[in-house]
């Protein structure tokens, strides 16, 4: 069974560009979650979601970021436009969502490394 | 203030050396402690969870351990190999809405290095 999918693996570009990134949940997982993760430090939630409704975005930077997850599947992650600080990795991560919520496991992908320059 | 910290920040260690990671943590209430690793270029991958009843649960070489009372977790690493190299993070979560809908709190990680 194929994990949780991201693309691109790698994005270089210049800043106040626009870039998206994408996600592929493990299939039947219905809680997908959106992280930031800098160098030498652990995974910053940046939005979760249940099925297609965004549950907790209170650490995303609506003025430039956004998200959707329309079908409740699949998930794309947008910054414009990007600033040099937005060099990082970011990380997708799914998991079951079916209410044992405080033992669930959650399943990250290989993540998407951003390069602003 | 919900914190983890974990300790040290990195390690260096002989193939075949045991080491300990450590985590020590502020979340409360608590609801259960994962130890993830994470490979170079890699999604974390969870070792091992710990409810507040368990003080220890093994994965094969990796043990990690819990005190609930003082808050402290530990993560031992029997006769390391060189596919041990990576960073060891340590994820503590809340039981209820502390911080609205997200109470999952991560460290910073332990970089490990294991050489031949």
């Known amino acids: 069974e194929a994990g949780v999918v991201q693309s691109p693996r790698y994005k270089i570009i210049e800043k106040k560009q626009p870039v998206a990134f994408w996600c592929n949940p493990i299939?039947?997982?219905?809680?997908l979650y959106w992280y930031l993760q800098n160098l030498g430090q652990g995974p910053e939630l940046l939005i979760r979601?249940?099925?297609?409704?965004?549950?907790?975005d209170s650490q995303l930077p609506k003025d430039r970021f956004s998200a959707e997850r329309l079908k409740g599947v699949d998930s794309t992650l947008k910054i414009q436009p990007a600033e040099l600080g937005d060099s990082a990795v970011y990380l997708c991560?799914?998991?079951?969502?079916?209410?044992?919520?405080?033992?669930?496991?959650?399943?990250f992908g290989p993540g998407t490394r951003l390069l602003v320059l | 203030k919900n914190q983890v910290e974990q300790s040290p920040q990195s390690l260096i260690i002989l193939e075949g050396k045991n080491c300990t990671l450590q985590?020590?943590?502020?979340?409360?209430?608590?609801?259960?402690l994962r130890w993830y690793k994470q490979d170079t270029g890699r999604g974390p991958v969870s070792l091992t969870i710990?409810?507040?009843?368990?003080n220890t649960k093994s994965n094969g070489r990796y043990t990690a351990t819990l005190d609930a009372d003082t808050k402290q977790s530990s993560l031992h690493i029997t006769a390391s190999q060189l596919s041990d190299s990576a960073s060891y993070i340590c994820?503590?979560?809340?039981?209820?809405?502390?911080?609205?809908?997200?109470?999952?709190?991560f460290g910073t990680g332990t970089r490990l290095t294991v050489i031949p």
């Open positions: 991560a799914s998991s079951l969502g079916d209410g044992g919520v405080h033992q669930e496991t959650q399943y």
């Open positions: 299939s039947g997982h219905n809680t």
């Open positions: 979601y249940e099925n297609e409704e965004a549950v907790d």
């Open positions: 985590c020590n943590y502020t979340v409360s209430p608590f609801s259960n």
């Open positions: 710990m409810t507040f009843s368990e």
């Open positions: 994820v503590v979560r809340g039981w209820g809405d502390q911080t609205g809908a997200n109470n999952l709190f």
